[in-house]
Antibody, heavy 119, light 108 residues
Framework: QLQLQESGPGLVKPSETLSLTCTVS??????????WGWIRQPPGKGLEWIGN???????YYTPSLKSRGSISVDTSKNQFSLKLTSVTAADTAVYYC???????????WGQGTLVTVSS | SYDLTQPLSVSVALGQTARITCGGN??????VHWYQQKAGQAPVLVIY???NRPSGIPERFSGSNSGNTATLTISGAQAGDEADYYC???????????FGGGTKLTVL
């Protein structure tokens, strides 16, 4: 059974960089079929897609991040990571990692990790 | 930009049929996926590509998609179906993935 687990600091200071890692177990991130992505959910609000990465490293993002986000992949560790620079309180959210099928659905999700941006 | 519109809330009597809509311009031409999110938990895929159920999802969950509206139908709603439900599509023009605002389902 595929499992995804997010990890990273739960507290980040304003203007600093948020860094999260998603570790995939029970399957290979190097599969040519799937994409891997990040989704976030501010407290009490809806889901927002952040971006996706392919095992080759090719990635794309929601334009609302205004180039602050980057997603990378480490196939040797079966992990992919999110970096979000110049964070503000508006970036406070539960961050989920997920596997995406070529047809767009996200079929496996991590449990999520809360990141709070505060001084 | 492409927008998805969901009602904020839907209520259904125990054992009756709940229908949650997701509106978007020509959404019938897109693949629509639906997620269930219970309080404090990660989303779970309940319908993919309009009307397909992943393994383990009860048959009472079904979907349809035509014109400008996609619909998630829960037949014989149970107390355990109380959750937020989100629709999701891929905007082929921008290659972005979009979620609807979510609908809170209450089972009375």
């Amino acid at each position: 059974q595929l499992q995804l687990q997010e990890s990273g600091p739960g507290l980040v200071k304003p203007s600093e960089t948020l860094s999260l890692t998603c570790t995939v177990s029970g399957g290979s991130i190097s599969s040519s079929t799937f994409y891997w992505g990040w989704i976030r959910q501010p407290p009490g609000k809806g889901l927002e897609w952040i971006g996706n990465v392919y095992h080759s490293g090719s990635a794309y993002y929601t334009p609302s991040l205004k180039s602050r986000g980057s997603i990378s992949v480490d196939t040797s560790k079966n992990q992919f990571s999110l970096k979000l620079t110049s964070v503000t309180a508006a970036d406070t959210a539960v961050y989920y990692c997920a596997r995406r099928q070529p047809t767009g659905e996200m079929d496996y999700w991590g449990q999520g990790t809360l990141v709070t941006v505060s001084s | 930009s492409y927008d998805l519109t969901q009602p904020l809330s839907v209520s259904v009597a125990l054992g009756q049929t709940a229908r949650i809509t997701c509106g978007g311009n020509s959404i019938g031409s897109k693949n629509v996926h639906w997620y269930q999110q219970k309080a404090g938990q990660a989303p779970v895929l309940v319908i993919y590509r309009d009307n397909n159920r992943p393994s383990g999802i009860p048959e009472r969950f079904s979907g349809s998609n035509s014109g400008n509206t996609a619909t998630l139908t829960i037949s014989g709603a149970q107390a355990g179906d109380e959750a937020d439900y989100y629709c999701q599509v891929r905007d082929a023009t921008t290659v972005l993935f979009l979620f609807g605002g979510g609908t809170k389902l209450t089972v009375l």
